[in-house]
């Protein structure tokens, strides 16, 4: 925004003609700060999120986001790529939204404040390792898709109507399969 800045004069000397400068603010991301998709892309990329200090007025993201932020959400139409290995808490995968975790990546989930550290409305594709030490929920409509040979299935609290599918094997099976699925 401009800011005009007028010099009076006295009796020594003129009023200088006032100056009109541009003032640019750049906000910065705080690590604890609120983080959201704003579109698709990888997790690492900062162009991938906005942040918020307050959950209610958002700028683009300076950084990404990790384990430190308050909430992260990924949301409605958005994929989000782990291409670098992150961890996170309280992640929620909204409906229509989704999670791919690449081969050879870690997505680690967090034991936080809250009685889940990840819940998932929307979609999670794993092809790498999600370890997690914090809670995770599938919730009505959430669906776990493990796309690799062998590896463990997330360990989770699974709706009934949830679905947990497993592709990918080719000579190791999957571990943490003896779990109560919905």
Known sequence: FPVTIP?????????????????????????????????????????????????????????????????????????????ASVTADQLTVNAGGKIIVNASQTLTIANGVDSFDMIVFGNVENSGTIASTGAVKFENGGYYKHTRNGGSCIVATWDSNSTCEISGITSTTVSNLSQSFG
């Open 7 to 83: 010099q009076t004069g006295n009796g020594n000397y003129n009023a200088a003609t006032p100056v009109e400068q541009l003032l640019t603010v750049t906000q910065a991301t705080n690590a604890s700060d609120y983080f959201r998709t704003k579109a698709t892309g990888n997790w690492n990329n900062t162009a991938t999120w906005e942040s918020s200090s307050d959950n209610e007025n958002w700028i683009s993201a300076t950084d990404t986001p990790t384990s430190s932020a308050k909430t992260i959400t990924i949301l409605n139409g958005h994929t989000v790529t782990v291409t």
